[in-house]
């Protein structure tokens, strides 16, 4: 069989099944034209014919990792806001004096497509560094047309700038703008009959958010956005259940959501309607840690229900300014109690199937990119285990 690289001697972990595969301890992987065309025991393989093969002399081979959750780009920094919380500031507090995502906002309208493409490649760089193969990025902070426009552009660009796949989602609903102030209805009105149909029409969003929250939207207003996208033919995700039980994540699901995020106050009612819809829960440890909460999402009862669990950095200027999923991954074995294969599970196979991409990436399966990343461990439970290390031998992406 012809393959352009074939890379032989190494470990597998090929994430198919669901993660639930077994590894492989004597593997190869083969790509051409950028596709898997073989992921598997060496014995029993074809005889491959490759253009460039390469000796991984018994490392660890995985998919490329897929931080499902982030909102790379923006502008301005809020470290004055993470002084104020270590004096006892609540995020409610901050955001209702002004700070959080408005704050932001405030910077992001001022910074051009140009400056929010220069300051998000560092952190994009980040999470490339370890392994990174797929990417989303919120829009959120420009609250405006013009300004969430700017943000999905320069997230687009990222993508041309680096090789790696960047998925957008636009997040007009983040926050209340001080041109609504007092007057939420009618800023969701104005995205649902202005801003979305634009983004759409433009092609910039793959996907549509919104914060279902008391110091963000209610449920009757992100519904009104839901059907906006669902008429538009745009899948739909929620940041839901993160300070308080909205029903976020029921109201998601009846939209088919691609998945509900944070999660932290979802009850059994949310987790059947999810578990029904298919949706995935993803789990964002960098924020509960960096806002020290201590509600945790209820993982048994999404074990026990079958939901897909992902895990993503959230990262983000205010409340999660976290660029390694591989610490993202450690945060949620310490603090939410997941397996190893659970966290790995949740940062490829899981997390691509929250972007719509399970059949494209995720897992080391034929027909899908060849997107994986080649590790210096000798278990698969070091990179969960690991703090601050980054222990990548090399990243492929798409064959490359």
Not at 119 to 137: F, K, M, Y
Request: glycine share 10%; hydrophobic share 50%; net charge negative.
């Amino acid at each position: 069989m012809r393959c352009d690289r074939l890379w032989t001697d190494a470990r597998v972990l090929t994430m198919a099944d669901g993660g639930r595969a077994a590894a492989i301890n004597h593997g190869l992987v083969a790509a051409r034209d950028g596709r898997i065309v073989f992921a598997g025991p060496a014995d029993g393989a074809p005889a491959f014919a490759a253009a460039e093969t390469i000796a991984c002399e018994g490392r660890w081979i995985t998919p490329a990792l897929v931080d499902c959750h982030t909102h790379l780009v923006h502008a301005g920094n809020r470290a004055g806001e993470f002084e104020a919380r270590l004096e006892g500031a609540s995020y409610e507090a901050i955001a209702r004096a002004g700070g959080g995502i408005v704050s932001t906002m405030r910077a992001t309208r001022a910074a051009s497509e140009g400056e929010l493409v220069a300051s998000a490649l560092p952190r994009l760089d980040a999470l490339i560094g370890e392994g990174l193969g797929t990417v989303e990025i919120k829009s959120g902070y420009g609250l405006n047309l013009a300004a969430e426009a700017k943000m999905l552009r320069a997230a687009r660009r990222l993508g041309v700038e680096r090789r790696v796949r960047v998925t957008t989602t636009f997040l007009g609903a983040h926050a209340l703008p001080p041109e609504f102030a007092g007057d939420a209805d009618g800023y969701v009105d104005h995205i649902c009959a202005e801003m979305l149909p634009a983004i759409a029409a433009e092609g910039l969003a793959d996907a549509v958010d919104a914060f279902c929250e008391g110091i963000g939207f209610s449920p009757a207003q992100v519904e009104r956005v839901f059907a906006a996208a669902r008429a538009l033919g745009l899948p739909v995700k929620l940041h839901a259940e993160q300070l308080s039980n909205l029903h976020g994540a029921a109201l998601a699901a009846r939209y088919g959501a691609l998945s509900a995020d944070h999660l932290e106050y979802l009850d059994d009612a949310g987790v059947a309607a999810m578990a029904r819809a298919g949706s995935v829960a993803v789990l964002l440890p960098g924020a509960y840690y960096f806002c020290r909460e201590t509600k945790l999402p209820p993982i048994a009862a999404l074990r026990a229900a079958g939901v897909p669990l992902a895990v993503a950095t959230d990262c983000n200027p205010g409340t999660s300014p976290l660029t390694s999923l591989l610490l993202a991954m450690n945060m949620a074995a310490t603090c939410f109690r997941l397996t190893v294969a659970e966290c790995l599970a949740g940062a490829t196979i899981h997390a691509a199937r929250a972007l719509g991409l399970g059949a494209e990436c995720g897992s080391l399966e034929v027909g899908k990119s060849a997107d994986f990343a080649i590790w210096n461990v000798e278990s698969p439970a070091e990179l969960v285990m690991a703090m601050g290390a980054n222990p990548l031998h090399a990243r492929v992406w798409k064959g490359e």
